[in-house]
């Protein structure tokens, strides 16, 4: 009793039984979860396995990237899903981006009724679950917009139904290889200018106009390759046959909600945060800007904006991950994601409810922790460095 | 000339300020119309308002029914939003299938939360130490009062519950019990003992890093695999449990920025007055990281209480269950825009009045020269 009473007065000694009671502690609750699991499963006369993956998933997807059928494997159907997962985070990322930028801009106009505006749709958007976004946009797709016979019509190429978005499908021909290849040397170009008129303006102060050249670059050469390789895109228009539209993108209600309410509710908060990184510069530093005789652009594009961007990026990065894990929410409204899939329909099919959950979970996972990797590592780098 | 007086140095009496500069037009102009870009920019959004009340204003208000028994009727009287699938369901939207003889129960509940919070919010509120007994014997009375079961009060069965009250008692339930789990999570995130800061580490990055509906999933349908055989497990606490391990790493995290932002001085001092871990954490550094994260604690509810419109995904009849539950009724159907619009309504009242708080709660905490 004496000798335990010392080793508990000693700090070392009682860092080592801490340590040694919390693992037993937590490998003891983990060993008794899965003891019950392996005891329920035997009642249950069921087994843990993945086999379940290479048989037919015998469901039907509705927006498929790549070729799937009926026929396909669980395995298959997941991908999709997860590809469909990948399609509305990007398209939500980039919207949210620009509508979030402009907002948070626009946010600090010295424009009071602008102001005053946006602060109001800011606070309305990011105060209002995203799931009732989703949903409420989803219903207005499909309740208010008119049906295909009906449908709102653009020029007779892109029509708005309540059975979805319809626009014209470019199809590549050949010959589209010179226009890619084109595309790639502009860019190529167009990064190398750069980098020679900064060091230009280094060196001489002589400034050249990069962006109007790199604009006319980026736009004329792809222009002229395309021009020149006679054309190689045709479209397929949507038509009307019978009650729906045939050919063409057809752009489901689920994806243009989905994505669309996204953005919107990602948006509020991104403009937030550029707005807090414009505001976290010290207001020295445009007042110096200013007496240099920078002009407003400048003092924007060449001393702000550098310093925000330091300030903006992490939570910015963090928004990027909110939305990608939002967009599992996908399955209230039934567009086939990750969760949908995987985690709905195979789950519900093969009863393997602990094997897929896991799957999806670790998906995530692999996805959350691999974006906040690359986020310490951009912190690290951009880190303002103590001398 | 006459006019032409002169004035000693200093003596000018002041003139009035150049015309335009002052009063509305000069208001007008420095906040509109200061130059070409911001006339324009000016104009576009008086164009958009207006366009916004126009053609808002008419279906929001001046042509919506607000009594009809069905959507073909409120058709037949007016061209605008259909109001009446909210009427004629309000008691449900409040308090699910609650029944209602007993309804005066979650009133009283929720009248009670106010006076619980009080202290907790305000610090100048009368009485503050003896209410703050009251706010730690809350959850017990809230608990009996909506639950039942003792002194008469009939016994109320959790899969009644719904509307908004389920969306606060998810959500107060929620952080109530994730504040006390973050911070001991916090605290195990910077211990000096390996094995509980990896066990730390490892729970805040998995909850932080999976969509909350995930583990609804797990809640709702493989909990029971991991329990012994038999065991049966109300859904609700299940989702209570769910929603408070996802809700503690949030806070475990903003609790962490805290614990981060107190200078070194402080430890230093503490461990030369001779106090001992405990001590520190209970005296010096808790007190401090907790005051300035309170914001953030405000910010992470908010957050919660918005998350919990997903029970709906798992069957539960939050406020949105009720809305599609309606909507599903043959006479309602496609009433969607008005259900999601009063749920949206209700949720943005709510989230907005706790941001504005934890806005003046930020000012009032901040010592920075304004």
Same mark, same amino acid.
């Given at each position: 009793?004496?000798?335990?009473?010392?080793?508990w007065?000693?700090?070392?000694?009682?860092?080592?039984?801490?340590?040694?009671?919390?693992?037993l502690?937590?490998?003891?609750?983990?060993?008794w979860?899965?003891?019950?699991? %392996?005891?329920?499963?035997?009642?249950?006369?069921?087994?843990?396995?993945?086999?379940?993956?290479?048989?037919?998933?015998?469901?039907?997807?509705?927006?498929?990237? %790549?070729?799937?059928?009926?026929?396909?494997?669980?395995?298959?159907?997941? *991908?999709? =899903?997860?590809?469909?997962?990948?399609?509305?985070?990007?398209?939500?990322?980039?919207?949210?981006?620009?509508?979030? /930028?402009?907002?948070?801009?626009?946010?600090?106009?010295?424009?009071?009724?602008?102001?005053?505006? !946006?602060?109001?749709?800011?606070?309305?958007?990011?105060?209002?679950?995203?799931?009732?976004?989703?949903?409420?946009?989803?219903?207005?797709?499909?309740?208010?917009?008119?049906?295909?016979?009906?449908?709102?019509?653009? =020029?007779?190429?892109?029509?708005?139904?309540?059975?979805?978005?319809?626009?014209?499908?470019?199809?590549?021909?050949?010959?589209?290889?010179? /226009?890619?290849?084109?595309?790639?040397?502009?860019?190529?170009?167009?990064?190398?200018?750069?980098?020679?008129?900064?060091?230009?303006?280094?060196? !001489?102060?002589?400034?050249l106009?990069? *962006?109007g050249?790199?604009?006319?670059?980026?736009?004329?050469?792809?222009?002229?390759? *395309?021009?020149?390789?006679?054309?190689?895109?045709?479209?397929?228009?949507? %038509?009307?046959?019978?009650?729906?539209?045939?050919?063409?993108?057809?752009?489901?209600?689920? *994806?243009?909600?989905?994505?669309?309410?996204?953005?919107?509710?990602?948006?509020?908060?991104?403009?937030?945060?550029?707005?807090?990184?414009?505001?976290?510069?010290?207001?020295?530093?445009?007042?110096?800007?200013?007496?240099? =005789?920078?002009?407003?652009?400048?003092?924007?594009?060449?001393?702000?904006?550098?310093?925000?961007?330091?300030?903006?990026?992490?939570?910015l990065?963090?928004?990027?991950?909110?939305?990608?894990?939002?967009?599992?929410?996908?399955?209230?409204?039934?567009?086939?994601?990750?969760?949908?899939?995987l985690?709905?329909?195979?789950?519900?099919?093969?009863?393997?409810?602990?094997?897929?959950?896991?799957?999806?979970?670790?998906?995530?996972?692999?996805?959350?922790?691999?974006?906040?990797?690359?986020?310490?590592?951009?912190?690290?780098? /951009?880190?303002?460095?103590?001398? | 000339?006459?006019?032409?007086?002169?004035?000693?140095?200093?003596?000018?009496?002041?003139?009035p300020?150049?015309?335009?500069?002052?009063?509305?037009?000069?208001?007008?102009?420095?906040?509109?119309?200061?130059?070409? @870009?911001?006339?324009?920019?000016?104009?576009?959004t008086?164009?958009?308002?207006? $366009?916004?009340?126009?053609?808002?204003?008419?279906?929001?208000?001046?042509?919506?029914?607000?009594?009809?028994?069905?959507?073909?009727?409120?058709?037949?009287?007016?061209?605008g939003?259909?109001?009446?699938?909210?009427?004629?369901?309000?008691?449900?939207?409040?308090?699910?299938?609650?029944?209602?003889?007993?309804?005066?129960?979650?009133?009283?509940?929720?009248?009670?939360?106010?006076?619980?919070?009080?202290?907790?919010?305000?610090?100048?509120?009368?009485?503050?130490?003896?209410?703050?007994?009251?706010?730690?014997?809350?959850?017990?009375?809230?608990?009996?009062?909506?639950?039942?079961?003792?002194?008469?009060?009939?016994?109320?069965?959790?899969?009644?519950?719904?509307?908004?009250?389920?969306?606060?008692?998810?959500?107060?339930?929620?952080?109530?019990?994730?504040?006390?789990?973050?911070?001991?999570?916090s605290? #195990?995130?910077?211990?000096?003992?390996?094995?509980?800061?990896?066990?730390?580490?490892?729970?805040?990055?998995?909850?932080?890093?999976?969509?909350?509906?995930?583990?609804?999933?797990?809640?709702?349908?493989?909990?029971?695999?991991?329990?012994?055989?038999?065991?049966?497990?109300?859904?609700l606490?299940?989702?209570?449990?769910?929603?408070?391990?996802?809700?503690?790493?949030?806070?475990?995290e903003?609790?962490? #920025?805290?614990?981060?932002?107190?200078?070194?001085?402080?430890?230093?001092?503490?461990?030369?007055?001779?106090? @001992?871990? $405990?001590?520190t954490?209970?005296?010096?550094?808790?007190?401090?990281?907790?005051?300035?994260?309170?914001?953030?604690?405000?910010?992470?509810?908010?957050?919660?209480?918005?998350?919990?419109?997903?029970?709906?995904?798992?069957?539960?009849?939050?406020?949105?269950?009720?809305?599609?539950?309606?909507?599903?009724?043959?006479?309602?159907?496609?009433?969607?825009?008005?259900?999601?619009?009063?749920?949206?309504?209700?949720?943005?009242?709510?989230?907005?009045?706790?941001?504005?708080?934890?806005? $003046?709660?930020e @000012?009032?905490?901040?010592?920075?020269?304004?």
């Open positions: 009793m004496d000798f335990l009473a010392r080793i007065r000693h700090e070392e000694s009682r860092a080592v039984v801490i340590q040694i009671l919390v693992i502690a937590v490998f003891g609750s983990f060993g979860l899965i003891s019950n699991l %392996v005891t329920n499963f035997a009642a249950l006369n069921k087994n843990f396995g993945f086999d379940f993956l290479s048989q037919p998933a015998g469901y039907d997807i509705n927006q498929t990237l %790549v070729e799937y059928t009926n026929r396909s494997s669980h395995l298959r159907a997941a *991908f999709v =899903g997860l590809l469909n997962t990948f399609l509305v985070a990007v398209f939500g990322i980039i919207l949210a981006t620009i509508m979030g /930028v402009i907002l948070g801009i626009i946010r600090l106009s010295n424009n009071w009724l602008a102001r005053n505006v !946006t602060y109001w749709y800011i606070e309305f958007t990011r105060n209002v679950p995203i799931l009732l976004h989703i949903l409420l946009w989803h219903g207005i797709i499909i309740n208010t917009l008119p049906r295909p016979k009906n449908a709102y019509n653009f =020029g007779d190429i892109s029509f708005l139904t309540n059975r979805g978005f319809y626009v014209p499908e470019p199809i590549a021909e050949t010959g589209i290889a010179a /226009v890619y290849l084109a595309v790639v040397a502009a860019i190529v170009f167009a990064v190398f200018f750069k980098r020679h008129a900064k060091k230009l303006q280094a060196e !001489t102060g002589r400034q106009p990069v *962006f050249v790199n604009l006319a670059v980026l736009i004329a050469v792809p222009a002229l390759a *395309f021009v020149v390789s006679g054309s190689p895109v045709s479209f397929e228009y949507p %038509v009307l046959k019978g009650f729906n539209f045939k050919g063409g993108m057809h752009l489901l209600p689920e *994806f243009v909600a989905l994505t669309f309410a996204l953005a919107i509710y990602t948006a509020a908060f991104i403009a937030e945060n550029v707005r807090a990184g414009i505001l976290a510069i010290h207001k020295g530093q445009r007042e110096a800007a200013e007496a240099l =005789g920078l002009r407003p652009g400048r003092v924007m594009s060449l001393v702000i904006l550098p310093q925000a961007r330091r300030v903006i990026i992490p939570p990065t963090s928004q990027y991950l909110n939305l990608t894990k939002n967009s599992s929410l996908a399955i209230a409204i039934g567009y086939m994601d990750l969760v949908a899939t985690g709905g329909i195979t789950l519900n099919q093969t009863g393997r409810e602990i094997e897929t959950m896991l799957l999806v979970m670790g998906m995530y996972l692999i996805i959350s922790l691999s974006i906040s990797m690359a986020m310490n590592w951009y912190n690290s780098s /951009v880190k303002l460095v103590d001398r | 000339m006459a006019d032409k007086q002169t004035y000693a140095p200093g003596s000018h009496p002041d003139l300020p150049p015309p335009g500069t002052i009063g509305i037009v000069g208001w007008l102009r420095t906040n509109l119309f200061s130059s070409v @870009n911001n006339t324009i920019l000016s104009l576009i008086i164009y958009f308002l207006y $366009w916004l009340i126009q053609s808002v204003a008419g279906w929001f208000v001046l042509d919506a029914v607000v009594d009809a028994s069905s959507r073909a009727e409120c058709r037949e009287i007016d061209s939003a259909c109001w009446a699938v909210i009427t004629k369901r309000i008691g449900q939207f409040v308090y699910g299938f609650y029944p209602h003889a007993e309804r005066w129960r979650p009133n009283v509940a929720f009248v009670l939360l106010f006076v619980a919070v009080a202290p907790l919010l305000y610090p100048k509120t009368p009485m503050r130490r003896q209410l703050l007994w009251f706010s730690a014997a809350y959850p017990f009375v809230a608990y009996f009062l909506i639950c039942g079961g003792i002194l008469g009060l009939p016994e109320v069965g959790t899969n009644t519950f719904g509307g908004f009250m389920l969306t606060m008692i998810v959500g107060v339930t929620g952080i109530s019990a994730s504040l006390p789990l973050g911070i001991a999570l605290l #195990g995130r910077q211990s000096r003992l390996l094995s509980v800061r990896v066990i730390s580490i490892a729970f805040i990055e998995f909850m932080r890093g999976v969509p909350l509906i995930t583990l609804l999933f797990v809640a709702s349908t493989m909990l029971n695999y991991f329990l012994p055989p038999g065991t049966t497990f109300n859904l606490l299940r989702v209570l449990i769910m929603v408070t391990f996802f809700a503690s790493a949030y806070i475990a903003v609790i962490r #920025g805290g614990i981060q932002a107190i200078p070194k001085g402080q430890y230093e001092a503490a461990d030369a007055m001779g106090l @001992n871990y $405990w001590q954490t209970r005296l010096v550094t808790l007190p401090q990281a907790l005051k300035i994260s309170i914001p953030g604690i405000v910010n992470t509810f908010i957050g919660l209480y918005k998350d919990t419109t997903l029970v709906v995904v798992i069957g539960l009849l939050d406020p949105l269950g009720i809305g599609r539950a309606a909507l599903a009724d043959a006479k309602w159907n496609g009433l969607s825009t008005e259900t999601y619009l009063f749920v949206a309504l209700f949720f943005f009242v709510s989230c907005f009045a706790m941001s504005r708080y934890s806005l $003046w709660l @000012n009032r905490l901040s010592t920075e020269h304004k």
